[in-house]
Nanobody, 120 residues
Framework: QVQLMESGGGLVQPGGSLRLSCAASISIFSIDSMGWYRQAPGKERELVARITNGGTTNYADSVKGRFSISRDNAKNTIYLQMNTLEPEDTAVYYC??????????????WGQGTQVTVSS
């Protein structure tokens, strides 16, 4: 399993910015894709952004143009730059790693989560 540690959450005013970090316990070259998910109280966990080993990215429609996912291979870390934050972005943000171990076996790993609160 991959151990993941998120950081960078906190309280920010609407229109502000935050940068989340997720450090993996292994080389991210060994991880097929990584991403950020979030879960607000009473709601399902949803995809925010994802990046593959090859660099392909995808985003939830609600964050396109405001959020950007990136990676630093040397640091085994991915980031989520969040700009123009809105109260609707308030949630616990989780880092995810997907490894394809074989044709029939996939492994999902999750971090503990970091709270992001957007409020005036």
């Amino acid at each position: 399993q991959v151990q993941l540690m998120e950081s960078g959450g906190g309280l920010v005013q609407p229109g502000g910015s935050l940068r989340l970090s997720c450090a993996a316990s292994i080389s991210i070259f060994s991880i097929d894709s990584m991403g950020w998910y979030r879960q607000a109280p009473g709601k399902e966990r949803e995809l925010v952004a994802r990046i593959t080993n090859g660099g392909t990215t995808n985003y939830a429609d609600s964050v396109k143009g405001r959020f950007s996912i990136s990676r630093d291979n040397a640091k085994n870390t991915i980031y989520l730059q969040m700009n123009t934050l809105e109260p609707e972005d308030t949630a616990v943000y989780y880092c995810n790693a997907l490894r394809v171990r074989s044709r029939a076996i996939k492994e999902d790993s999750w971090g503990q989560g970091t709270q992001v609160t957007v409020s005036s």
